[in-house]
């Protein structure tokens, strides 16, 4: 059984960075799309950003381009490293993997989830 466990969330000033990580067990990761959500109390569930199962491909959400990257650093492992923060990042981060090559934003192609990090943005 597949289990994702998010970890890198926590509370940093405006401007600030963070670098989330999505620890993969139980499957190889490397058959697996992956992506980034998250969630603001009150809000619908919304794509940050994803990557293909062999890393060549990865989108971005455009309130987030340009600020935040994607990788994958290991076989087990996908990162989400966020700069020049705003207090509207402010929300739980999730990832999420389904075993196919092509990611995507919608949440509804994702099959796994973790338990998400929360990440608050505030001075």
């Known amino acids: 059984q597949l289990q994702l466990v998010e970890s890198g969330g926590g509370l940093v000033q405006p401007g600030g960075s963070l670098r989330l990580s999505c620890t993969i067990s139980g499957r190889n990761l490397d058959y697996y799309a992956i992506g980034w959500f998250r969630q603001a109390p009150g809000k619908e569930r919304e794509g940050v950003s994803c990557?293909?199962?062999?890393?060549?491909?990865s989108k971005y959400a455009n309130s987030v381009k340009g600020r935040f990257t994607i990788s994958r650093d290991n076989a087990n492992t996908v990162s989400l490293q966020m700069n020049n923060l705003k207090p509207e990042d402010t929300a739980i981060y999730y990832c999420?993997?389904?075993?196919?090559?092509?990611?995507?934003?919608?949440?509804?192609?994702?099959?796994?989830w973790g338990q998400g990090t929360q990440v608050t943005v505030s001075s």
């Open positions: 999420a993997a389904e075993n196919t090559d092509e990611p995507s934003l919608w949440p509804n192609w994702y099959n796994y």
């Open positions: 990557i293909s199962s062999s890393g060549g491909s």
